[in-house]
C-alpha cells in the first residue's frame, strides 16, 4: 500500500514538474511570439516609409514605387512569419531541424499541387522586374483592354472601359500590349462617295489637316492623309494617321471625324453610304 502511495506521488509530483516546465516555456514563447510581432511590425512601417520616401519620383514613377512596395512587403510578410514561428516553436521544446526536414518534404508535395499560385507568382514578379505595365497603364493581356488598377505578385486587375474589373493570374498573361508608352497613334478612318475626284478629295482634306495642329488638345504633330487604303462597295476608303499623347487618342479621334464632316459639308463633299442592289426578275 505505502509502496502504490509512493509511486502516485511522484507520479503527481513528475506531473506537476512537467506542468510547470511547459507552463514556463509557452509563457516564454508567448512573450517571445509578442516581442517579435512588435518588432515584425515596427520594420514593416520603417521599410514602407524607405521605401515610399527616399525613392525619388524622378527616378521611378510613383505607380511602379507603389507596386515595388506591395511586391516587397508580402515578400518580406512571407519570411517575417516563418521566422517568428521558427523560434516561437524552438521555445516551445519542439526540434526545429527536424521540423524543417518534416516541412520540406511537405513544401515538395505543397508544391506539386500548387505549381499554378507559384506560376502566378514568378510572372508577376517578372513583369514587376522587366517593367511591362504599371498601374496607370493601358493594355491588352488575355483578351482583355482597360487600364491597370492594381499589380500584385498573384494577379493583375484591369478595369474595362465598361465599368467592369478583371482580376488576371498573372501566370495566364502570354502577351502584353501596351498602348501608354512614349506615345499612341490616332486612326480615323472614312469612305468618300466614287463620284468624288481623289485629287479633290485630299487636296481638302490635307487643308483641313493642316489647321488640326495644334488646334486639337493631344495631338503631337499635323495628321497625315495616308490615302487610299481600299477600294470598298460602298465607297473609297482613305485613312487619316496622327500622332498623339498617351491615352489621348480617342479624344483626338472623334474631334478629327468631327471636323472632317463638317469640312467635307461645307465643300459638298458627300461621304459613301451603304448601298444595297436588288436585281428583280420581269
Not at 215 to 237: H, M, N
Request: charged share 20%; hydrophobic share 45%.
Amino acid at each position: 500500500m505505502d509502496t502504490e502511495l509512493n509511486r502516485m506521488g511522484q507520479f503527481l509530483q513528475g506531473l506537476g514538474t512537467g506542468a510547470i516546465d511547459f507552463g514556463l516555456r509557452l509563457l516564454s514563447a508567448l512573450v517571445v511570439l509578442a516581442v517579435c510581432v512588435a518588432a515584425m511590425r515596427v520594420i514593416r512601417r520603417l521599410l514602407k516609409k524607405v521605401l515610399t520616401l527616399k525613392i525619388s519620383p524622378r527616378a521611378i514613377p510613383p505607380a511602379r514605387i507603389e507596386s515595388l512596395t506591395a511586391f516587397v512587403l508580402a515578400l518580406y510578410d512571407v519570411v517575417a512569419w516563418f521566422v517568428i514561428a521558427m523560434v516561437t516553436i524552438s521555445k516551445l521544446g519542439v526540434d526545429v531541424t527536424s521540423l524543417l526536414t518534416v516541412a520540406g518534404v511537405g513544401g515538395i508535395a505543397i508544391g506539386l499541387g500548387a505549381q499554378t499560385l507559384v506560376k502566378d507568382m514568378l510572372a508577376g514578379l517578372l513583369f514587376f522586374v522587366e517593367n511591362q505595365y504599371q498601374p496607370g497603364d493601358v493594355v491588352t493581356v488575355a483578351g482583355v483592354t482597360g487600364e491597370v488598377e492594381k499589380m500584385t505578385l498573384r494577379v493583375t486587375e484591369i478595369r474595362e472601359y465598361s465599368g467592369d474589373l478583371h482580376v488576371i493570374p498573372n501566370g495566364e498573361i502570354r502577351a502584353v500590349a501596351n498602348s501608354t508608352r512614349s506615345y499612341h497613334r490616332a486612326i480615323v478612318d472614312l469612305s468618300v462617295d466614287y463620284s468624288e475626284p481623289l485629287d479633290r478629295v485630299t487636296r481638302v482634306l490635307n487643308d483641313e489637316l493642316e489647321h488640326c495642329f495644334p488646334g486639337i488638345e493631344g495631338l503631337s504633330a499635323t495628321p497625315v492623309c495616308l490615302g487610299v487604303t481600299k477600294l470598298a462597295d460602298s465607297g473609297v476608303e482613305m485613312r487619316v494617321s496622327a500622332e498623339c499623347a498617351v491615352k489621348q487618342h480617342w479624344a483626338v479621334e472623334r474631334e478629327l471625324r468631327r471636323r472632317i464632316k463638317d469640312r467635307f459639308d461645307a465643300e459638298g463633299i458627300e461621304l459613301s453610304l451603304p448601298q444595297i442592289v436588288v436585281h428583280g426578275r420581269s
